[in-house]
């Protein structure tokens, strides 16, 4: 089914448990730091960032989501050397824009799902991209062919984990 | 109020958030330290993830130990003899470079030039990195309980790797090379023309703040200049690949270095933990005399006592012979060259000084040289020269023209005197 515009009762909430809404970010945490050490390429992928959108979706609750991409934004943030806030700042938009768009799209299958990572992947990008020049005075470099094959592949990714995280949603 | 609030709570909540964030990044920004509540986090992050990388790792090598050191052995004859004739070759090369490290360590001496030995090390298993193609660093299994501090120098057996950045109880953060905040001082080898290592937003490595007047070719080797007080001088940084002036209004060059430490496939690293700066002992060097050269580079050396005392009996009268091949070349039948009295050589230089020692000459027009006559293989040209199969005693230089005048045992060796040395 493609994206459709329905009404708020229409959509489903969900929640996860405990362990899930903890082990599912530091999962993706640990695999974002271990991976590119042995497959450089890897670094293209951004999987807090597809966890974020994941759960800002499911939740379909913006203050939920602003919160989940902030907590994960920070985490994420630590692990590099840069400043604290960079990511958190980025994917606290992302949370709350992915929160928003569930509340009022049923983005449940796989197209829509490809799509709005792939939407949600270049702002996240162009977020981080004005944070780290504007107020970090990164010197980062622009590349659009670099961030939408980037992009591409993060929304390839981001469709088979969804299903794979869809197992661990609970009806409210 | 409260209904205002309500409806647009998501807005405020999303802008406090923001808001906090923005105040949370301008502080770290003017604050070139961790400030305590930034530090709680990123403790927090890295103690909940190193565990989980520290035991992969740890499962993974020993999974890869038991496959290629019991299982796996397909090839390894083979690469042994490899190795075999590689290791002969670099003992080859080893005998020249001690010449050269002698005759520096010589000067140095004489300059009193301190040198910077890497003195202590900590080897450390690469566990994880930034995960970000914005921020090029990695994680190491040694942190402030194994005695890292933040600044040590990180390198590896081919060449440096970064410093590092950030200390944890068990861990530490290594800031690489081509992080685009990360700067190295360096020397080019051939030039010592220096510059700054930077790394630039791409990943690549560079050189900069060489003027745009000199000359720098693609394939001469960087090395550290020490002059950033992290890195000890010498250590090899990388090879310079490209260099461009697309700017001609440009004062500097820009010259592309790559890493000679391959950065995308840390493993292990070593930690500098100790550089020891100190001028090298005058007995490691010694008064080096021109018969100690020469014995050096004749096939054979029965007794160096004997030899050299029996040389100053004879007032130290040798000089360096052109085509005596060093002991090794001659016993390995190389066709490396022997090594020529150089200007800054011992025996050159002890040669230069008119009246004390012999200049260096053919040996068969020397006296001093002609009993070696009597020991045919001196007087081989070098690449012919072959170790006999049973050990034949070859006379030096220093003990053939000592036995003419029957000199007494070396107890008083006598000064050297102009008359001494053959004409």
Redesign the interface.
Known sequence: MPITYTSGEQVEVYRFNWAVNIGVP?AA??L??????HF?FF??FDLPLLVTIFFAMARRN??SG??TG?VIG???D?????????N??AK??VG?GAS?LGVKLDVENAGARFLVTLVFYVAHEIIYFM??RG???????WSWPHELVAALANAFVGVFLFFALDRFKQRT | MESVLGRY??LI??VV??FA??L???V??KRTTDTES?RL??V???S??TP??EV?VWMHNGSGSLWHNYFYLRGVRAENRELKQQIEQLRLEQVRLSEDAAQARRLQVLFAFKEQFVSKTIAAQ??????????R???IDKGESAGVKTDMAVITVNGIVGKV??IFRSTS?V?LID???SGVGAILEKSRLQGIVRGT??GEVVLEKIMTDESVQPGEAVLTSGGDRIFPKGLPVGVVTHVANENRADLFLNIHVRPAANL???EEVLVVTKVDEKEPAPSETGPVRAADILAQRLPSVPDKSTTTDAAQANGGANGAQPGVTPKASLEKGSSTPPNPARPGDGAATAASKPGTVVPARPASSSPAAKPAETTPSALKPATEQRPEPTPVKVLDASQVAAKPKQAPPPATPSPAKPQDGPQ
């Open positions: 530091a945490l640990w974002q730091s271990f991976l590119p050490l450089p670094k293209m913006p203050i602003l919160l902030s920070l985490f994420q630590a692990l590099t050397g840069l400043p604290l806030g960079i958190g700042l606290t938009f709350y928003s944070v780290a107020l970090v005075a990164l010197n980062l470099q | 709570k998501n909540v999303l958030v923001l964030q923005v949370g990044l301008a770290q920004v930034s986090i990123r927090w992050a890295v909940a993830v989980f990388e992969f690469v566990i994880g990195s930034g995960g970000s193609e914005q921020s660093i990695v994680y950045l950030k953060q800031l992080d685009q905040s937003p791409a995308n496939k840390l």
